[in-house]
């Protein structure tokens, strides 16, 4: 029975758990409650990924209803290779999150976070799996709202600002995908994105469509922290409670460049984007920009988390970066990156949640001497480093190596030579950190002499991390054979929507029939 | 003349936004934001669109100005002049190209109204034709709403579930102490009067609107919304306390949860009989009438979550101003 | 001048419907959005967007429209009916946007208590201790 329904439960079980672990209400119940059904979760997805990979797509039709008239829920090798890195880090996070959030949060608040969570988890794999336009709409206001409450849990006050501001970016955000939306559905008539791809087909050039293009871009370019609408990304990211903003950067931005890349490739077909409206080359520019002006902001920072925050900016510069190349090489560099860059970034804010938890400062400053003193997290932290800059044997050197063989695929040198001077400045700012830790005495004062290891619910989940970061990066198989399958199939999609504008007409007849 | 009234409305429309931009009194803004929504509201009604324009009616002028009203209690009620020397070219530039790319796609739009429209050509026949013989309800938007998108209206109550947690992680409901001072409008007999006649009458619509609106404009959210608006009126006047002890706010969150549980169950129960989920047409042996207890239900969950999360929202609100009065 | 452009050579009969389509689909969207992005005080900031939000649904429900419909409740003897579509949809958003206001405003009654102001260059000013 479960097999059947498979498609809709990585969405439908955390959005039924949400409510259940709040009425648990005791803090360690919905814990385990909602780690259980987060493991569950990344089981399905896993099942999921096996799926799509041998028979390709899952169609899955809420309520019984056909699509376009009912709501679609579409899983393929691409958004189930995107949702098995949600899930695997929710659970994670969530085992993590137990001691952090006990640290950070308020105790009458506990319950709230893990439902919190739960909800996030459950928008963010609402708005991969589902085919509906609008349906996205609705799961993305479901993750963003639960997120404004993740980021507004931590105790110190500029976690409210940043939550506002976030909310207002993100509304804005929202609303223009909405209009964007609203233009196609105006000229199609139809909110089923497969339906939507095959009618837009019918009109050569449309200045509404365009519009609409131009909306939804824009719309989404907000969620993802696309450079220069990046500005709401750190502040959130720096005073969110630590295991939100481990969540958070590795997966609520790469479900928006998921979002993206779905638009542009599964709706409005790669020429109509890159060709006809020359999108390529403005998200690659963009995209450089953001991995060198963010790279060094993340320099400077003094605040561990934030620079974490800029360098987060920057990494997504590199998935747009791929996706920008146009070429199933680039796409699938993109793809591998999403998945790496959440092992690197869930591991980093891990490690730096675990300084907090101890010393109770994110500060460089804190970091000093921390080497001796809490050993296995500061090592974690310099192999996701070690990744994030992309030294070969791990996880971040396998995205880059792709990213730069797509771009010598082009002979784009400049692109590759660009992408490998990004990686210095990543050099500078993780090895800032790393110097404080091993090469900086530690102070001299009372508090510092207690500084001692975290507790295994917390190393456990950042070393799970770490070591698929190495994994990964020694065995690519899994990685890029995912990639690759959900690359090959965007494209592929494509011209298939371009290719059956017949069987658009035949749904017209359908409707004929219907009518008649 | 329905277009004349649209343009005049839509005039009016305009006149108060503008409004909006220029006034500095925030009580001002917030009224005039009331009747901005109550002009959308009449404009959704001229152009067909009777459900939202209750909805917008009872959610956006009613939920969303007491809310703002109350965030104003707390904040002050007169913005600042801007002392800063931050541009206001770059927010004017933003909105010019954004308004020009607006532009820019009417050129290509379908024309206002026209029954040949891709619009009503497609999907929506459907709608039209079928759902009074497929799902049996002579409202078509409740029929869309309930049945045929049931999942994207799933995602709305959950939306609301979590702007109660958001709301109550914030803020949280403060239960007064008895040596508190007793507040409400205590010494106005008048409107104590008035609200005990007027409560069980707007309790009786909500209802009527909770179960007609298989038949005309209404369903769960605005009977939800309705039925809230009664106990704010009840906690308004006979204060926080009295209404704590009618409906509380930890039994306020069970039935948040318990509503959406209530929604999802439908589509659980529709599994195990071997549909997809939501897919009423499981739930009896004939679908109509399996269609049928599906919405009852559902609508039944929706109304339970929105009355639940509105009034905890107005209390966490009015629990903070009491407190701060207090001080 | 597009919008000239657009009325030229139509007969006063269209010209009503047209005119409406212009101005809600122009005037909608535009002036509303400026005060989410140039308000200084955040209570504004969620009038602002709340009447962007009202203004995108008045763009939605106007493609619902059919002239000569009515409201899409079945009515004997009525063959003509709006679109529900639309409807459906522009219900979602206004539940979606009450639950983004409400959490906005609490996030503003909390950002008082801490701060003192809701007049966002006020707070940007006020310099927190490093954690």
Redesign the interface.
Known sequence: MLEQHLAALPIILPLIAAPIALILGRSVLSWGFATLVSGLAFIFSWQLLAAALSDGVLSYAVGGWAPPWGIELRVDVANAFVLLAVTAISTLVLVYSKDSIEKEVKVANHSLFYTAHLLCLAGLSGILITGDAFNLFVFLEVSSLATYALVSLASDRRCLTAAFRYLVMGTIGATFILIGVGLLYMKTGTLNMLDLAVRMDAYESSRTINTGLAFIMVGVSLKLALFPLHMWLPPAYTHAPSAVTAFLASTATKVAVYVMIRFIFTVFGIDHVFVDMGMGLILMVLAVVAIFQCSYSATVQSNVKSILAYSSVAQIGYMILGLSLVSVAGLMAGMIHIFNHALMKGALFMAVGAVFYRVGSVDIKAFAGLGKRMPLTMAAFTIAGLSIIGVPLTAGFVSKWYLVTAALEQDNWLVAALVLLGSLFAVVYIGRVIEAAYFQKLPDSQGSKNIKEVSWLMLAPMWALVIANVYFGIDTSLTTEAANSAAEWLFQADAMSVSNTQEGQMSDVVVQEVSS | MAEFIDLVLLAMLALTALWIIFLKDLFAVVMLFGIYSFLSALIFVNLDAVDVAFTEASVGAGISTVLMLGTLALTGRQEKERLSTRSKLLPLFVVTLTGAALIYGTLDMPPFGHPDNPVHQHVAPRYIEESPKEVGLPNMVTSVLASYRGFDTLGETVVVFSAFIGVFSLLGVRRKKKKDLESGLESHRVLQVIAKVIIPLVILFALYVQFHGDFGPGGGFQAGVIAAAAFILYALVFGLPKAFAVVGPKFLQWMAAFGVLLYASVGLYSMYKGGNFLDYNQLAADPIAGQHYGIIIIELGVGFTVFAVMLNIFYAFGSQAERSNVQ | M?LAV?LRGQTSSEL???????????????????????A????????????????????????????????????EGVT?????????????????????????????????R??GT??E???DNKK?D??
Not at chain 3, 19 to 35: E, T, V
Not at chain 3, 45 to 63: A, E, R, W
């Open positions: 597009p657009r009503y419907p047209r005119l409406l389509q212009l101005l809600d689909r122009r005037f909608s969207d535009d002036g509303r959005f400026y005060i989410v992005i140039s200084n005080n955040l209570v504004k900031k969620i009038v602002g967007l709340n009447v962007f939000q009202t203004s995108v649904f008045m763009l939605y429900i106007s493609m619902g429209k059919v002239t000569g419909g009515t409201a899409p409740i079945v009515v003509q009916y709006s679109n529900p579509l639309p409807h459906v949809l522009i219900l979602t958003a206004i539940v979606v946007g009450v639950a983004t206001t409400a959490v906005g405003l609490s996030l503003i009654v909390r950002i008082k801490a701060y809701v007049e260059n006020e707070f927190d490093a954690i």
